[in-house]
């Protein structure tokens, strides 16, 4: 199916069908592999003998492969568009998942994990510059929260599937069995995706193009907020979230896997009423950073339960984190419905690199952090050894939030002092 060469329109059902879809697929793939070790953590540590920190640096390998590779992808959709660049990536992070399952020591696993993120790395950017190109604007927070549920889908599979899974094969079959599958979600989006005859848009120099993405002020603000929540989200729910279930609540691996797939699930739902709620929101005047000042407010007070282990619902918190968590998924929306369309590309794919840096530091730190106690006999980290890392990560969110709400009382003082000033002018 061909585009106008102006003004690309297709029919809802098309949109969804060769455009949303099979990006999405690859997004499903992509949270999959990248929340599969919450999961499969003991087989890896039985396996090798790691630390905290060995597991936690190998997990977050990927965050950080994902990083690197965030600003070339974003130049690479914004000039040869998301259909090419998708099938490339996508085969790259097959051949990681099929390193990782056939190697034989940390090191080798180390390097097909970093492989996986490179690969990977622009599953969800492509499938923003997607959608951006072929719907209206207006219509971007819901579309953006299906896509976040669609990962929140394949995180959810991560979970009790893959438990199930590995009862019929190992974690060497599985990462074979999801190299092709990624392999094959790439060749999809090739013979789906509708190629977009418009002409693309002018090349100006990078460094400029970065310029006007940090100079713009959405852009800026809505990182200040969003950023390290964002961070926080992805490097502690996709390892750390099963590990404290494990060590903390003392839930055998069955019952981990259980409630890490109930968390997942809940990215579902939460990604939905993101979107859902931020459009209502938006036909009653409320900006879209507020809503998400009002989420990231109430993700705190759930890591503030971690911090005092809060006991009488460990299950219930496990769950918590995930649903509310994803209100940080909001900035990509709030930018993308900001941002020229010559510059989607390169604005989305500046948040993921500063987010996935941001989520291999936490993701590693979590875990070094952790270890600087020791275990039990049974290899269980202390409860003291998690509170003091969540009271750390509070600590270095808080500050965005605050900032937000005395910028937003500071602005709300002007725009009151300015109606006087109007109301004096005013001739009587």
Sequence with gaps: MQAPATTPRLTGVAVFFYVFLPFALGHYLSSLLRNVNAVLASHLVGALALTPGELGLLTSAFFF????????????????????VQLAMMLVGALGALLFSRGS???????????????????????????????????????????????????????MPVRLALDYTDWRGLFAILGALTACSGLLIALLYPRDTQAAPKRGPLGQALRDVFRAPVFRSTASLVLIPHAVFFGIQGLWIGRWLSDVARFPDDAVAYLLYMGMTAVIFGAIAVGTITEWAGRRGIAPLDVAAAGIGVFLLVQAA????????????????????????????????????????????????????????????????????????????PAIAYRAAFAVLVAVQLPGLVGFVLRRRRERRAHAAAGVEEALAAPS
């Design 306 to 381: 971690f911090i005092v282990n809060y006991q009488p619902s460990f299950q219930l918190l496990s769950v918590l984190f995930t649903l509310v968590g994803t209100i940080t998924g909001i900035e990509y929306a709030i930018v993308a419905q900001s941002m020229p369309r010559e510059l989607t590309g390169r604005a989305a794919t500046c948040l993921n690199l500063l987010i996935f840096i941001g989520a291999f530091v936490v993701q590693a730190g979590f875990g070094v952090m952790v270890g600087m106690w020791t275990a039990d006999a049974g290899g269980h980290a």
């Design 105 to 159: 020591g940390f090191g080798q696993l180390l390097v097909a994990r970093a492989v996986m993120g490179l690969g990977l790395g622009g599953c969800f950017m492509a499938a923003v510059k997607a959608v951006s190109t072929w719907i209206a604007p207006s219509k971007l927070p819901s579309v953006h929260g299906y896509l976040i549920a669609v990962g929140g889908l394949g995180a959810a599979t991560a979970t």
């Design 65 to 84: 492969a994902f990083a690197l590779v965030q600003l070339p992808v974003g130049i690479a959709l914004d000039r040869w568009g998301p259909r090419r």
